[in-house]
């Protein structure tokens, strides 16, 4: 009897055993997505999606998406790309969550990018007035495969999608001066600023379009416009010193002002620096030491990665200038 209990007990204890198994992996089976009429290619990269990655993926297709967004933000592609998925199974062909895919895809790039493409313009095809993903395109054209003339139907498009909307009128308009076609950005933003009249970027990308033409007046006349619509805008302060040193010179006292304001209210780029220690250095070069101590103070605090490579690699130019200005002073 004692034997057969043990017996039975053994029994009971290995089919629990075994129920707890399957039960953990089925906890941990795979939640693949419903994404019937997808194009081919994406249905292939996303169909294998585990859509269980994502906390959010029973919550509806809008908690799903705005997840997606979150963990997009802080780099956690693959989760992002879950929680995208899990939006689409519950909506398909929902635009936000297809721009969502094409932007993990596209942080893959140039691996990503015809999945990028396809997705970004899958959300287009769902919602044609989609500024974002219009947006998204150009970028992608011109970021990954150099083709700016494309991109550029792409930011028009949004232009004309969205009228009102600052950053599709900047992405036109930078293209364009990215491009080296001055007077077509200057066209741009012109007509960008009479559809969107408070915009401070749009102010200070124009204003940098004049200093390129070497319009100066007109360059700080925009980068004080600038600073009346947001009074802390560091950039706009740095374009308004330098456009005020090419147009008053650089004994003018309000540059040195200005430069410093740029560097008070937005400390983390690196030109900011750079420049004013230029600007030091070529008004008075007796000031030298003030400008190391100026470039010490920005590397013990220049935080971003690519900033201060740009901040190091600026430090050796200007030990450079310094270098050769001393030796030609020495000759005299």
Known sequence: MVIAQRSLRVVLACALALLALACTARAHAPVLPNLPNLPPNLHAALSTVDVSKCPEHKS??????????????RGAHDTALACYVAALSSKMNFP?????????FARR?????????ESFELALRHWPEYADAAIALGDLWSAVRGDRARAETYYARATKAKPGDALSWEALASNQYEDGRLDDALASYNEALNAVRQAPGLY???????RAKKDYGACVEDAQQALKLAE????????????????????????????RAAIEHEPEFADHFLDFVHFIYRNDESRLK???????????????NG??????????????????????????
């Open 60 to 73: 509806g297709h809008r908690r799903a998406n705005t997840a997606g967004n979150a963990h997009l933000k």
């Open 96 to 104: 936000p969550a297809l721009y969502g895919v094409g932007e993990t």
């Open 109 to 117: 790039a140039p691996g990503g990018f015809e999945l990028a493409r």
């Open 204 to 210: 200070f990308s124009r204003g940098k379009v004049h």
């Open 232 to 259: 802390n805008f560091g950039q706009a302060y740095h374009l308004l010193a330098t456009c005020e040193e090419k147009l008053l010179g650089a004994a003018a006292l309000e540059v040195d002002a200005h430069y």
């Open 290 to 304: 003030e400008a190391r101590e100026i470039l010490s103070k920005a590397h013990a605090s220049m935080e971003d």
């Open 307 to 332: 900033e201060r490579a740009k901040l190091e690699r600026g430090t050796r130019e200007f030990e450079e200038f310094a270098s050769r200005r001393a030796h030609d002073n020495s000759e005299l």
